[in-house]
């Protein structure tokens, strides 16, 4: 789908033909769509199916008048999905007159924009347009990352009551999300050093500022993610030597009760033999024996509970 907008009384309008000073979002769009943006501005040809890739990584290209930026963005896919937080690219495309932003799927960072909930923003002005761009990503990587620090605390409360596989498999399903974030920061990064060098964002005095919460803000996002993965990392070590511990426990129970119930078994075996044995005539030889039993028994297990053994 490819709507237009531009800027008009500091607030969004779709308009319905592309102009100078407008921006155009293309999100899924379909090959007649792609076919369209090509035709009516030509120079984002050679970038627009790298924004279609899910795989590529962020960075900034300039060619003449055209920047090409292409970013990782945070995208939640919903709690229930195995992989609930992701990341796509999304791909500002910008020449003097046009900025043109392609992404393959719907996300929450283009809906603000739509919906005007974006402070300061004119199409007109591509480079701050850009830039807000940028500081909304980071804004979302950091409220991704509370939701994914309040899940974890919710699944090591549960985990805490009782040990579920369903729990474990919970936090490697958070743990790969934190390495996919972790992941499209650095690539970020990356991409901001090379907006750095290039001096584009830095024209004027706000634009020098806004580029520095951006930075800031990304900061932030990183080591925000380094901490969660290595609490969420020493988090499921932590459990896994902790199952490890009461398998070995149960294990060491069920030896010592069967130590415990081998002892009558022997005796047992001894007078059951098909020979004559001691007291076989006797009527009290079947209590005797069991006492016997019983009592070594008790003395065995009395022994492993002062060692500790149970």
Same mark, same amino acid.
């Given at each position: 789908?490819?709507?237009?907008?531009?800027?008009?009384?500091?607030?969004?309008?779709?308009?319905?033909?592309?102009? +100078?000073?407008?921006?155009?979002?293309?999100?899924?769009?379909?090959?007649?769509?792609?076919?369209?943006?090509?035709?009516?501005?030509?120079?984002?040809?050679?970038?627009?199916?790298?924004?279609?890739?899910?795989?590529? #990584?962020?960075?900034?290209?300039?060619?003449?008048?055209?920047? &090409?930026?292409?970013? #990782?963005?945070?995208?939640?896919?919903?709690?229930?999905?195995?992989?609930?937080?992701?990341?796509?690219?999304?791909? =500002?495309?910008?020449?003097?007159?046009?900025?043109?932003?392609?992404?393959?799927?719907?996300?929450?960072?283009?809906?603000?924009?739509?919906?005007?909930?974006?402070?300061?923003?004119?199409?007109?002005?591509?480079?701050?347009?850009?830039?807000?761009?940028?500081?909304?990503?980071?804004? #979302?990587?950091?409220?991704?990352?509370?939701?994914?620090?309040?899940?974890?605390?919710?699944?090591?409360?549960?985990?805490?009551?009782?040990?579920?596989?369903?729990?474990?498999?919970?936090?490697?399903?958070?743990?790969?999300?934190?390495?996919?974030?972790?992941?499209?920061? #650095?690539?970020?990064?990356?991409?901001?050093?090379?907006?750095?060098?290039?001096?584009?964002?830095?024209? &004027?005095?706000?634009?020098?500022?806004? &580029?520095?919460? =951006?930075?800031?803000?990304?900061?932030?996002?990183?080591?925000?993610?380094?901490?969660?993965?290595?609490?969420?990392?020493?988090?499921?070590?932590?459990?896994?030597?902790?199952?490890?511990?009461?398998?070995?426990?149960?294990?060491?129970?069920?030896?010592?009760?069967?130590?415990?119930?081998? =002892?009558?078994?022997?005796?047992?075996?001894?007078?059951?033999?098909?020979? +004559?044995?001691?007291?076989?005539?006797?009527?009290?030889?079947?209590?005797?024996?069991?006492?016997?039993?019983?009592?070594?028994?008790?003395?065995?297990?009395?022994?492993?509970?002062?060692?500790?053994?149970?």
């Amino acid at each position: 789908m490819i709507t237009i907008f531009r800027t008009s009384n500091r607030r969004l309008e779709e308009i319905r033909e592309p102009e +100078p000073g407008c921006w155009v979002n293309a999100v899924e769009p379909t090959e007649e769509e792609l076919a369209w943006l090509i035709k009516t501005f030509p120079f984002t040809e050679e970038y627009i199916y790298d924004a279609l890739d899910i795989d590529e #990584k962020a960075r900034a290209e300039r060619d003449e008048d055209v920047l &090409f930026t292409l970013i #990782k963005i945070p995208h939640f896919q919903g709690k229930k999905d195995e992989e609930p937080f992701v990341t796509i690219p999304l791909g =500002v495309i910008m020449n003097n007159d046009y900025v043109v932003t392609v992404t393959k799927e719907d996300n929450i960072i283009v809906q603000e924009f739509e919906n005007n909930r974006v402070k300061n923003l004119n199409t007109s002005k591509h480079y701050r347009f850009l830039l807000l761009i940028l500081l909304k990503t980071a804004t #979302k990587f950091l409220l991704h990352l509370r939701e994914i620090n309040k899940s974890v605390d919710q699944i090591e409360d549960d985990l805490r009551e009782s040990m579920r596989n369903q729990d474990i498999f919970d936090l490697l399903k958070y743990q790969k999300a934190l390495i996919y974030y972790t992941t499209a920061l #650095k690539s970020n990064e990356l991409m901001m050093a090379r907006l750095n060098r290039l001096q584009l964002l830095r024209t &004027f005095e706000e634009d020098e500022e806004l &580029f520095q919460d =951006v930075v800031t803000e990304f900061q932030q996002a990183i080591e925000m993610t380094n901490i969660a993965n290595n609490i969420l990392m020493q988090m499921t070590s932590a459990y896994a030597s902790i199952i490890n511990n009461n398998m070995n426990k149960v294990i060491k129970t069920l030896t010592l009760i069967t130590i415990v119930l081998y =002892v009558p078994t022997v005796i047992a075996s001894f007078f059951g033999m098909n020979v +004559p044995v001691p007291g076989q005539n006797s009527p009290s030889s079947f209590l005797v024996i069991t006492g016997i039993s019983l009592a070594i028994s008790a003395v065995v297990l009395l022994i492993f509970m002062r060692r500790r053994w149970f």
